[in-house]
């Protein structure tokens, strides 16, 4: 399985950014996906995850209510709304496939890593 990130860039302090991450196989349908993110001189850490269905969905304390991860298993992608973006934002975004149907949310449930996006937030 490959999985393609995409969607990073520089934006300012309250403004947005989708990313989406393709999968190569259509298998990633029947796992739950995630995104991690690892800022500068941090270790990776937890963003968002969602089950194949789509039906269950977890976020980390410090994006709940800003970001969103949504699927779409026709066109084997995940999308990751994050809107009022904030400088402490700022890491470099990997998606990721998870062992299990249900999502996981430390980096043990994943199996499968893309190659990751940087996303920097200007104050």
């Known amino acids: 399985v490959q999985l393609q990130a995409s969607g990073g860039g520089l934006v300012q302090a309250g403004g947005s950014l989708r990313l989406s991450c393709a999968s190569s196989?259509?298998?990633?349908?029947?796992?739950?996906m995630g995104w991690f993110r690892q800022p500068p001189g941090k270790e990776r850490e937890f963003v968002a995850a969602?089950?194949?269905?789509?039906?269950?969905?977890r976020y980390s304390d410090s994006v709940k209510g800003r970001f969103t991860i949504s699927r779409d298993n026709a066109k084997n992608t995940i999308n990751l709304q994050m809107n009022s973006l904030k400088p402490e934002d700022t890491a470099v975004y990997f998606c990721?496939?998870?062992?299990?149907?249900?999502?996981?949310?430390?980096?043990?449930?994943?199996?499968?890593w893309g190659q990751g996006t940087q996303v920097t937030v200007s104050s």
């Open positions: 990721a496939q998870g062992l299990w149907s249900r999502p996981a949310t430390n980096s043990e449930g994943y199996r499968y």
């Open positions: 969602i089950s194949w269905r789509g039906d269950d969905t």
């Open positions: 196989k259509r298998t990633a349908s029947n796992n739950a």
